[in-house]
């Protein structure tokens, strides 16, 4: 199967400025970012005294962020705009000691998708976000109409996408928050006989849940692939997986996916989630993904 690239595109509350030498730069609303990133190894475009401009810089430290604009809140907000049909879904930024902003940018080509798949269908769909970390997916879904269930073993990570779906209008909405071990939590829906229409998962290679579950992607991965596929329901519309474990590809992903949603028929696609860069318009490589689905 020929993979794609999906770009994330600069818009008007996000873009990435430059990359290089193991680094980004990137702007989030009011505020630009300065960031490590491996997938960076060409050299930058802009000159060093444009990067050293940047309001904050996550420290060589690796566990805190460098100010260098003083005045820079903690925490506001951001809008995803080109997603079609809306203004958009919006995002609380706070730049965490693990250098991540609550948002992966690149994820807006799988929200586009998730959305247009959703109200094309024109029926009630019902979606399971697994590993759903601070709620784009979700929010996507809830914006076009589906009930969703999002489950993640952080209480924090569940938190902050309870106020990303309230900044975005979406609070009042069908939506189930569970603080929960994904393994866990789907082997219970399958003894309560739950299904659902979408399938969207984030996995990480290594991860522990609520009460302290260990998650292995090599060992646990296609286990719960297995025991997903037991929850769909007769009328699937999309599986998604995303992956931002080294050392795996997106063929690998659809080579695990493939035997359990065939049956369905539909179309597959794999590939790279990329960044676009604002000044140069070279693409960042950010992850992977494999999804089926069907019209």
Known sequence: ????????????????????????????????????????????????????????????????????????????????????????????????????????????????????????????????????????????ALSAGAEVTHVDGSKSAITWAKENAELSGLDKKPVRWIIDDARKFVMREIKRGGKYDGIIMDPPSFGRGGKGEIWKIESDFIKLLEECSKILSDNPLFFIINGYAAGYSSQAYYNALKPLVEKYGGQFEIGELTIQESKAGRLLPCGIFARWSKN
């Open 1 to 140: 199967m020929e993979p794609k690239i999906l770009k994330t595109l600069p818009s008007a509350d996000y873009e990435l400025i430059d990359s290089g030498n193991e680094e980004k730069l990137e702007r989030y609303g009011k505020y630009v970012l300065r960031r490590p990133d491996p997938q960076a190894l060409w050299n930058k475009t802009l000159s060093e005294i444009e990067w050293k401009n940047a309001d904050a810089t996550f420290g060589a430290d690796k566990k805190t962020w460098k100010k260098k604009n003083a005045s820079m809140q903690n925490e506001w907000q951001i809008s995803f705009d080109n997603l079609p049909a809306q203004a958009g879904l919006k995002f609380n930024i706070k730049p965490t000691a693990f250098k991540h902003t609550g948002v992966f940018p690149e994820q807006e080509p799988n929200w586009i998708f998730i959305k247009d798949k959703i109200k094309n269908a024109q029926r009630p769909i019902k979606v399971l976000n697994l590993f759903g970390y601070t709620g784009g997916a979700t929010l996507a």
